[in-house]
């Protein structure tokens, strides 16, 4: 069965530094999804990307996040100078019409 | 007022019974809405779409009131294996971005 990969698993990062979350959505689907977890607290929607553009961000989604597509495959989203408030899972997700399915998570660790 | 509203629970309830999670939306534009099951750090996995003319699916049942704006899923005769946080989600927007509420806990117990 088709699924969303995300790698790493795990990231620990020093505050400031540059992260990359990589993400391989389901092969034929069209539009993809970055949202976060913080621990105890709801999914929060980041950024929609559709037809090789943001479709919709949110307000979390500032100067400092950037998302990529950029070999038809991958999935990218970087945070150019993490807080440590941006330690949370970040998971992707990918949807062909209606149905949206998640990967397993990156749980990111700021320091 | 938040997007989407649930209780947060926790429901503990014994294995066998019949529980009822109940959800509130505030966007009467919302297009489409699921029910997500989300295990302890886990990512949400879709358990179901949910329609105005219900949708079953073995033990689960999901309904959409859209006059009341209120979403319902019912799980008959629980199972240990069903311990998990039920999420709510609307659907909104040409991006169709997919709006979570905060969740409800269920422990079923022995």
């Known amino acids: 069965e088709p699924e969303v990969t995300q790698t790493p698993s795990h990231q620990v990062t020093q505050m400031g530094q540059e992260v990359i979350l990589r993400c391989v959505p389901i092969?034929?689907?069209?539009?993809f999804y970055w949202y976060r977890q913080i621990l105890g607290q709801k999914v929060e929607f980041l950024v929609s990307f559709y037809n090789n553009e943001i479709s919709e961000k949110s307000e979390i989604f500032d100067d400092q996040f950037s998302v990529e597509r950029p070999d038809g495959s991958n999935f990218t989203l970087k945070i150019r100078s993490t807080k440590l408030e941006d330690s949370a899972m970040y998971f992707c997700?990918?949807?062909?019409?209606?149905?949206?399915?998640f990967g397993q998570g990156t749980r990111l660790t700021v320091v | 007022r938040k997007e989407v509203e649930q209780d947060p629970g926790p429901f503990n309830v014994p294995e066998g019974a019949t529980v009822a999670f109940n959800c509130t939306y505030s966007?009467?534009?919302?297009?489409?809405f699921f029910w997500y099951r989300q295990d302890c750090r886990k990512e949400p996995k879709l358990l179901m779409s949910v329609y105005s003319s219900g949708n079953e699916d073995g033990r689960f049942t999901a309904q959409l009131n859209r006059a009341s704006q209120y979403i319902s899923l019912l799980i008959r005769d629980s199972k240990l294996s069903d311990s998990a946080t039920y999420l709510c989600?609307?659907?909104?927007?040409?991006?169709?971005?997919?709006?979570f509420g905060t969740g409800t806990r269920l422990q079923v117990t022995l």
């Open positions: 997700a990918s949807k062909r019409q209606v149905e949206a399915f």
């Open positions: 966007n009467s534009a919302s297009q489409s």
């Open positions: 989600v609307g659907v909104t927007g040409t991006a169709s971005k997919l709006t």
């Open positions: 092969s034929n689907h069209l539009y």
